[in-house]
């Protein structure tokens, strides 16, 4: 199975800030790579997919790049909504696989 | 509008088989390269993938419970359903069914149904 590391596991910040999280899978997957956003109580919702493409109603400060093993997830200004959790999943083969979570929580 | 629902048990006893059905409503299973996926997260912790069926029949699951896992398709329902034999605790999780797309991303998803396993 293809194993996601995601870094940093947690990571403080505050509003207007530019966060970066990101994953490395254990092979080469191209760009079959998606982000989630999770909050509390809640289902995951879809942000980014293939890598780089934003899904439809997702803002704009939201940004995905990477290719092969490496990606990243950016979000250019921290804005109160996106206090949540983030998780990324490989596409490229089954069994599909997530990484094990990135909780961005207030400073 | 795409949307999908999870029912099922609350609660499950050690050993027990799990039957869980996803009910999908604005679309359908029958275009291509659309499926539903089961995915779980035990309580605090990470998304597990669990299984996956498209309309051509293809089939697909988590390495380590293939054993335990069937899934399938009632069309005429419009449903999905996962079973999972030989129930632990540590399967105590909340289930989400998933429609998955394009380039295998889960566009859309379930509220989930929290299955707790306890005697």
């Known amino acids: 199975d293809i194993q996601m590391t995601q870094s940093p596991s947690s990571l403080s910040a505050s509003v207007g800030d530019r966060v970066t999280i990101t994953c490395r899978a254990s092979q080469n997957i191209g760009t079959y790579l998606n982000w989630y956003q999770q909050k509390p109580g809640k289902a995951p919702k879809l942000l980014i997919y293939f890598a780089s493409s934003l899904q439809s109603g997702v803002p704009s400060w939201f940004s995905g790049s990477g290719s092969g093993t490496d990606f990243t997830l950016t979000i250019s200004s921290l804005q109160p909504e996106d206090f949540a959790t983030y998780y990324c999943?490989?596409?490229?083969?089954?069994?599909?696989?997530f990484g094990q979570g990135t909780k961005v929580e207030f400073k | 509008q795409v949307t999908l629902k999870e029912s099922g048990p609350v609660l499950v006893k050690p050993t027990e088989t799990l039957t869980l059905t996803c009910t999908i409503s604005?679309?359908?299973?029958?275009?291509?390269?659309?499926?539903v996926s089961w995915i779980r997260q035990p309580p605090g912790k990470a998304l597990e993938w669990l299984a996956h069926?498209?309309?051509?029949?293809?089939?697909s699951y988590r390495t380590s419970l293939k054993s335990r896992l069937t899934i399938s398709e009632d069309t005429s329902k419009r449903q999905v359903v996962l079973t999972m034999t030989n129930m632990d605790p540590v399967d105590t999780a909340t289930y989400y069914c998933?429609?998955?797309?394009?380039?295998?991303?889960?566009?859309?998803w379930g509220q989930g149904t929290l299955v707790t396993v306890s005697s």
């Open positions: 999943q490989q596409g490229y083969t089954t069994p599909y696989t």
């Open positions: 998933a429609r998955i797309v394009g380039r295998d991303q889960f566009d859309s």
């Open positions: 604005g679309f359908s299973l029958s275009k291509a390269r659309v499926g």
């Open positions: 069926i498209f309309s051509s029949d293809e089939k």
